[in-house]
T-cell receptor, first 115, second 113 residues
Framework: EAEVAQSPRYKITEKSQAVAFWCDPI?????LYWYRQILGQGPELLVQ????????DSQLPKDRFSAERLKGVDSTLKIQPAELGDSAMYLC?????????????FGPGTRLTVL | GESVGLHLPTLSVQEGDNSIINCAYS??????FIWYKQESGKGPQFIID?????DKRQGQRVTVLLNKTVKHLSLQIAATQPGDSAVYFC????????????FGQGTRLTINP
């Protein structure tokens, strides 16, 4: 069964350092999402791509976060510089077309700890 | 702001009993609702969904009920098993510019042997 792949699974960094997360969506899925999940809470959308274009980044802290999906397939989320409050699980999801009833499939996530 | 919330943060049930997990939503324009299961250290896993033009949908051992009058969503799990232990999230599809899912805080379901 096709799955969303993410790496690394765990990342420990010191504040002010740069970190990057990678996501490979399910093959053929045009829509890719990055979520942040703080422990004990539900995921919150950071950015949504339709192919290579950003369709929603209203919740992305653009002073330190950036995301790209240059070829419309895999994607990278970067934080520079990392802050203590960035410690969370970063989840990637994909769906076929990004329409309302399309199921979003999640990857295993990257657990980020900022010291 | 508009959000999806859950009535109970934790729920403990005996193995073999039925579980009911509740969710309240506030966006009356939401047209699609989903339940996800998240096990420790893993990403959310799709369980079942329902469109706003339906009030009930059944899957394998799971049933979702939607009451639009009181903006309430529930997930029923029949004959709960140890593998059902997880955090369950409801999510609603809202349209704020682009369509996006808004997740609730989650309910932790624990199955007692």
């Amino acid at each position: 069964e096709a799955e969303v792949a993410q790496s690394p699974r765990y990342k420990i960094t010191e504040k002010s350092q740069a970190v990057a997360f990678w996501c490979d969506p399910i093959s053929g899925h045009a829509t890719l999402y990055w979520y942040r999940q703080i422990l004990g809470q539900g995921p919150e959308l950071l950015v949504q791509f339709q192919d290579e274009s950003v369709v929603d980044d209203s919740q992305l802290p653009k002073d330190r976060f950036s995301a790209e999906r240059l070829k419309g397939v895999d994607s990278t989320l970067k934080i520079q510089p990392a802050e203590l409050g960035d410690s969370a699980m970063y989840l990637c999801a994909s769906s076929l077309r990004g329409q309302g009833s399309d199921t979003q499939y999640f990857g295993p996530g990257t657990r980020l700890t900022v010291l | 702001g508009e959000s999806v919330g859950l009535h109970l943060p934790t729920l403990s049930v005996q193995e073999g009993d039925n579980s009911i997990i509740n969710c309240a939503y506030s966006n009356s324009a939401s047209d699609y609702f989903i339940w996800y299961k998240q096990e420790s250290g893993k990403g959310p896993q799709f369980i079942i969904d329902i469109r706003s033009n339906m009030d009930k949908r059944q899957g394998q051992r799971v049933t979702v009920l939607l009451n639009k009058t009181v903006k309430h969503l529930s997930l029923q799990i029949a004959a709960t098993q140890p593998g059902d232990s997880a955090v369950y999230f409801c999510a609603e599809n809202v349209i704020q510019g682009a369509q996006k899912l808004v997740f609730g805080q989650g309910t932790r379901l624990t199955i007692n042997p």
